[in-house]
């Protein structure tokens, strides 16, 4: 089997994407693409079998229905270089292969994230932020991490001077100096890293690196990227209660004498969703929508000839 090569994955590769003041991303490699999930996902068939699908509508399915496996074959190399506070967030997912820069062999260089906008605290998110610090606060700050950057980069350096291990001196650096890794990860855990990292909860620096990290990933599969952005990253669960709300709903729309099926019908082609086959047939989509709502009683409309 030939190795996959995505020629939009081709163009990025090596490029360095900048991110915050002094950071980047690098894609420095990738295993497969769209082709390589669609692969995985036929290997029980075999060679002669009939293809009961399309590519795109089976990688769809596989996100729909969270049929991981064949996802986690593709896999991604990144070189990333990110302030210490954000690489705190990010080594948090497990399921991924790190190999960071170490601060007892090397000495640390002077580079610090210096933010241009300093944001208040939130009120009601205990862990995020809010509004920005008004602007005389916010170029006093500037000044002030500045000078404390300064000052402590300055001790630093003055204790590796005098002899002080590395392991040791690297004690009075603050969070915001930036370290780098390598970062493997498969689609599947990329794309939980996303959910979570995107997600307006997440602070604001790590989602500026998971953005570069979507385009990336986007540029090798953008298949399974659309079906993620549809299924996970823009769809929602709906909970027991919310689905005995949305049938109540629907029993009140039958009493006001709307037809349930062409409404939804029509709210959900509205929305983008192929609700018929080439045939004229409903979707397995919209029927699994269907099944959501309890509605089973309908007949599928006749196959055009
Ligand atoms: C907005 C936000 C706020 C956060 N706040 C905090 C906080 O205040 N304090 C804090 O400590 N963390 C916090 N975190 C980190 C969070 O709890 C997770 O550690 C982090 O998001 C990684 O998620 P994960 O464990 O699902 O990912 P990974 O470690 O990559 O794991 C991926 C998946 O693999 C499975 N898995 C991995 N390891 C195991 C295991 N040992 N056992 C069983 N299943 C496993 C799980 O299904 C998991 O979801 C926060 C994260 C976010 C996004």
């Known amino acids: 089997m030939p190795h996959i090569i995505t020629p939009e994955a081709e163009e990025i590769l090596d490029k360095e994407f900048r991110v915050l003041d002094k950071g980047f991303i690098i894609l420095r490699d990738y295993m497969g693409g769209d082709q390589r999930i669609v692969d995985a996902a036929r290997v029980s068939y075999q060679a002669g079998t009939k293809k009961t699908s399309t590519d795109r509508g089976l990688i769809r399915y596989l996100l729909r229905n ?22 705190r967030q990010w080594i948090r997912h497990r399921m991924s292969s790190t190999n960071e820069e170490s601060a007892r062999y090397s000495i640390m260089k002077e580079e610090f994230y210096f933010p241009e906008q300093w944001r208040l605290q939130s009120g009601t998110n205990k862990q995020g932020s809010s ?88 540029a090798v599969c953008p298949i399974a990227m659309e079906a993620w952005t549809d299924y996970i990253y823009e769809a929602k669960n709906f909970s027991r209660m919310e689905v005995g709300a949305i049938r109540s709903l629907l029993q009140d729309t039958k009493s006001l004498n709307l037809t349930g099926i062409t409404l939804w019908e029509t709210l959900s082609s509205d929305s983008g969703m192929e609700t018929r086959t080439e045939k004229g047939e409903y979707s397995r989509e919209f029927k699994e929508f269907l099944d959501k709502l309890g509605i089973t009683n309908y007949e599928n409309p006749e196959k055009s000839h």
Request: hydrophobic content about 40%; glycine content about 0%.
């Open 131 to 218: 509004s920005n610090v008004s602007e005389n606060c916010n170029s006093l700050y500037i000044e002030d991490l500045n000078r404390h950057c300064e000052e402590t980069y300055k001790l630093y350096e003055k204790m590796i001077s005098e002899g002080v291990s590395r392991e040791m001196a690297r004690m009075v650096l603050p969070v915001n100096i930036y370290t780098q890794f390598y970062w493997t990860i498969d689609l599947w855990n990329l794309m939980h890293f996303l959910r979570l990292r995107m997600d307006s909860h997440a602070q604001l620096e790590i989602r500026e690196y998971a953005k570069v990290v979507e385009m990336c990933a986007r």
């Open 66 to 87: 969270k049929h991981t496996t064949p996802l986690e074959k593709i896999r991604f190399e990144f070189h990333i270089k990110l302030p210490i506070l954000v690489m």
